[in-house]
């Protein structure tokens, strides 16, 4: 086991660069660390990384221990899993992450209902809107909105996911409302620069169109344009997960209704080659069957969704 604690120890000071931020990861002590580096340099008989004031780097024989060592702590990660796998009932702990806005709008509350139904499981959630990797960041699970380009993950479709554009029932008394996207271009536009400033509008026959994008206000919050929507400011671009229970309610209305963005999909994302255990399937689990299927926050919307 101090073999295998000296590979653990190595692999976070070869990727993280740095053997403090290893120590405060780990939870050891500095001269903890380098003890253990020593002892797997003298048990290989190699010089696996080089350390100056400013820097560390990894020696070629660094990089092939790396490799290697990556490999086989996956392996013994598969091997404790599954041997600690409890069949009957999901336990131990899950690191996840996802989009600022879905977990602060839908995510977050949901998973009070997660925690009741599943007590030996405890969840640990990272808000961020980057595709960060889940390897180096040692999560287990990101729940992810768009195409997949990381042929190194495993996905599991939750639901389709739909961007509308939006506005305010009083800007739409004000200004009226295009009946062409070719229209848009007379209208206050809001920039959400995580959807871009170029709208990619899909027609109901496949059609479609390209809106640049160049209003007074731009930022990279779907929850700020909806507000400002809202509001009364100028007609946005968001997912439905937003802005649907507001079109429902009548404090938005759909602009051009048979137009979308282009069809995507939220996924369940997780590191391909490990053991996935009871624990982590419990919440892709939970997250297909809370949101799956047909989304309840695209009830009561009206005009061209996605099933």
């Given at each position: 086991m101090?073999?295998?604690?000296?590979?653990q120890?190595?692999?976070?000071?070869?990727?993280?660069g740095?053997?403090?931020?290893?120590?405060r990861?780990?939870?050891m002590?500095?001269a903890?660390?380098?003890?253990n580096?020593?002892?797997l340099?003298?048990d290989?008989?190699?010089?696996l990384l080089?350390?100056?004031?400013?820097?560390v780097?990894r020696?070629?024989?660094?990089?092939?221990?790396l490799?290697?060592?990556?490999?086989?702590?996956?392996?013994h990660?598969?091997?404790v899993e599954?041997?600690?796998?409890?069949?009957?009932?999901a336990?131990?702990?899950?690191?996840?992450?996802?989009?600022?806005?879905?977990?602060?709008?839908?995510?977050?509350?949901?998973?009070?209902?997660?925690?009741?139904?599943?007590?030996?499981?405890?969840?640990e959630?990272l808000?961020?809107?980057?595709h960060?990797?889940?390897?180096?960041?040692?999560?287990?699970?990101a729940?992810?909105?768009?195409?997949?380009p990381?042929?190194s993950?495993?996905?599991?479709?939750?639901c389709?996911?739909?961007?509308?554009?939006c506005c305010s029932?009083?800007?739409?008394?004000?200004?009226?409302?295009?009946?062409?996207p070719?229209?848009?271009s007379?209208?206050a536009l809001?920039?959400?620069?995580?959807?871009?400033?170029?709208w990619?509008?899909v027609?109901?026959?496949?059609e479609?169109?390209?809106?640049?994008?160049?209003?007074?206000?731009a930022?990279?919050?779907p929850?700020?344009?909806?507000?400002?929507?809202?509001?009364?400011?100028?007609?946005g671009?968001?997912?439905?997960?937003?802005?649907?229970?507001?079109?429902?309610?009548?404090r938005?209305v759909r602009?051009?209704?048979?137009?979308?963005?282009?069809?995507?999909?939220?996924?369940?994302v997780?590191?391909?080659?490990?053991?996935?255990?009871?624990?982590?399937?419990?919440?892709i689990d939970?997250?297909?069957?809370?949101?799956?299927?047909?989304p309840?926050?695209?009830?009561?919307?009206?005009?061209r969704?996605?099933?």
């Amino acid at each position: 086991m101090d073999r295998l604690q000296a590979l653990q120890v190595f692999v976070r000071v070869a990727r993280l660069g740095s053997f403090s931020a290893a120590a405060r990861e780990l939870g050891m002590s500095a001269a903890a660390v380098s003890r253990n580096i020593a002892a797997l340099e003298g048990d290989l008989g190699a010089q696996l990384l080089r350390r100056t004031t400013r820097s560390v780097s990894r020696t070629p024989a660094g990089d092939r221990c790396l490799r290697h060592a990556e490999a086989l702590l996956d392996e013994h990660t598969v091997l404790v899993e599954a041997v600690r796998q409890d069949v009957d009932e999901a336990r131990g702990h899950v690191r996840m992450t996802a989009g600022v806005s879905f977990i602060d709008e839908h995510l977050g509350r949901a998973m009070a209902g997660f925690l009741v139904d599943q007590p030996a499981v405890s969840v640990e959630i990272l808000l961020t809107d980057e595709h960060i990797d889940l390897v180096r960041q040692g999560l287990d699970l990101a729940v992810r909105i768009g195409k997949l380009p990381d042929s190194s993950m495993r996905a599991r479709r939750i639901c389709p996911t739909l961007n509308v554009l939006c506005c305010s029932p009083g800007y739409a008394d004000a200004h009226g409302l295009p009946t062409a996207p070719g229209g848009l271009s007379a209208h206050a536009l809001l920039v959400d620069t995580n959807v871009a400033r170029q709208w990619k509008l899909v027609g109901p026959d496949g059609e479609s169109h390209d809106q640049d994008v160049a209003g007074r206000f731009a930022v990279n919050s779907p929850r700020i344009t909806r507000d400002c929507c809202v509001d009364g400011l100028g007609i946005g671009m968001m997912p439905t997960f937003m802005c649907g229970p507001d079109i429902a309610s009548g404090r938005l209305v759909r602009v051009l209704p048979d137009w979308t963005g282009p069809e995507m999909s939220m996924y369940a994302v997780f590191p391909s080659g490990r053991h996935v255990g009871a624990a982590v399937r419990s919440v892709i689990d939970f997250l297909v069957a809370r949101f799956g299927g047909s989304p309840e926050w695209d009830a009561g919307v009206p005009g061209r969704l996605l099933t």
